[in-house]
Each structure stands twice: as structure tokens, then as C-alpha cells.
């Protein structure tokens, strides 16, 4: 039997299946994009904000929170001002007969913020945030070199972040929602000297070739 919402939205759109059974239906969407803005909103003004009652924004919220779509609370941070400016991802390869070592050490890096299990070239992907270049190279070849599950490791060095989101939802493209347009690049200007121009690697490939 699925269990769902005791507020059905009347609005259209097609629901989506979450948790242990509670349909997601164009409302709870809603609700989640407002939160998404500020998850400390009270629930007279998320009523106000979805366009439905206060009962039903309140018993909606927390069947959101029984059935597991809302995980948790949190606050996000500057982790520049937090002492932690350097972020940096690090692909590894590991010995597949030894993933639940790799898992086990893992857990015990608290500079790791975030690890995924991977497709292609490299098994997993780690996302750390450390205090200074150094912090890397210790991680990279001392600590996790050091780790018998892990073969071999790629960093590559994160210089800014363009987008974070807290989440992303079905609603952000709904039908008949135009695409949101991207701002107008910036037109091209020469590095000025003492700062850094990169040039791909095919590129100087072909440079190369031509002396």
C-alpha cells in the first residue's frame, strides 16, 4: 500500500515516489524550493510563500521529515574563513579486493569532505578542504600513499567554485518552464603579467610540432 500525503496538491504535474511511500506531488516540490532559500523559515511564512494553509505547509513539512526527503538540517560555512582556503579533489584507484579497508580508513580523514565511488579511469573521487598546498601533499603521499587498498592516486586542485547548491529538484525544469539564461561571458582580455595563462594540451602539442 503507498501512503501519501493527507493534503493532496491540486495543482498538476506528475508525482514522484520518495522515501517509504510518500508521493511527491507539485507542492512538496515547492516547499522544497523555498527551504532550499532558508531552511529556518517559520511555518506561518512558508505557508504564505507555497500558497497553502498553515495546517497543511506544517503536516506536508513533517511528512517530508517522517519519510526521509528531508534528511537534516544544516548550516553552510565559508570555509575560507574557517581556516580551510584550499580544496582539492583526489581520484584513486583501489585494489578491489580491499574496498572495505579503503572505506574504513576513509571514515578516519576528517579532511575529507565528500568521496564517491566512481566510473572510468579511477575507482572513487575524494573531495578534501585543508589549510594550506602542504596539507595535500601530506594527505596525497604520506597518508594515503600509506594506505594498502589505494594503488594510486590523480589531485587536481579546485581554483574557484562557480556553482553549490544545496540541492537540485525535478521542478527546477518543470514543463513550460523556460530554460534560465546564463549571464553573457565576459569578453576575452590578455593576462596581465604576474598572473597565470593556461594553455591546453593539444594545444601545446601542436606548437610544439610546428618548430
Known amino acids: 500500500m503507498t501512503e ?10 506528475p508525482p514522484g515516489r520518495i522515501g517509504i511511500g510518500l508521493e511527491l506531488d507539485a507542492t512538496h516540490l515547492k516547499i522544497l524550493e523555498v527551504l532550499r532559500e532558508n531552511g529556518r523559515i517559520s511555518v506561518a511564512a512558508l505557508a504564505e510563500r507555497v500558497g497553502i494553509s498553515r495546517a497543511n505547509a506544517y503536516t506536508r513539512f513533517e511528512a517530508l521529515r517522517a519519510d526521509g526527503a528531508i534528511r537534516r538540517f544544516t548550516a553552510e560555512i565559508d570555509h ?12 584513486v584507484t583501489v ?45 596525497v603521499t604520506e ?18 567554485e562557480v556553482i553549490r547548491r544545496p540541492y537540485v529538484l525535478p521542478s527546477d525544469r518543470g ?24 594553455v591546453g594540451a593539444a594545444e601545446g602539442r601542436a606548437g610544439l610540432g610546428k618548430e
Request: aromatic share 6%; net charge positive; proline share 9%.
Open 80 to 91: 575560507t574563513r574557517a581556516g580551510l582556503g584550499i580544496t582539492a579533489l583526489i581520484f
Open 95 to 139: 585494489r578491489q579486493q580491499m574496498w572495505r579497508q579503503f572505506r574504513a580508513e576513509l571514515a578516519q580523514m576528517p579532511e575529507v569532505e565528500y568521496c564517491a565511488i566512481t566510473t572510468g579511469q579511477h575507482d572513487a573521487m575524494i573531495q578534501i578542504r585543508v589549510a594550506d598546498v602542504a596539507a595535500v601533499h601530506t594527505m
Open 4 to 13: 501519501t500525503s493527507s493534503n493532496p496538491s491540486t495543482e498538476g504535474g
Open 143 to 160: 597518508r594515503l600513499a600509506n594506505i594498502p587498498a589505494v594503488k594510486a592516486t590523480e589531485t587536481v586542485f579546485i581554483l574557484d
Open 175 to 198: 514543463p513550460g518552464r523556460p530554460p534560465r539564461r546564463s549571464a553573457p561571458a565576459p569578453a576575452q582580455e590578455p593576462v596581465p603579467l604576474g598572473k597565470l595563462g593556461f
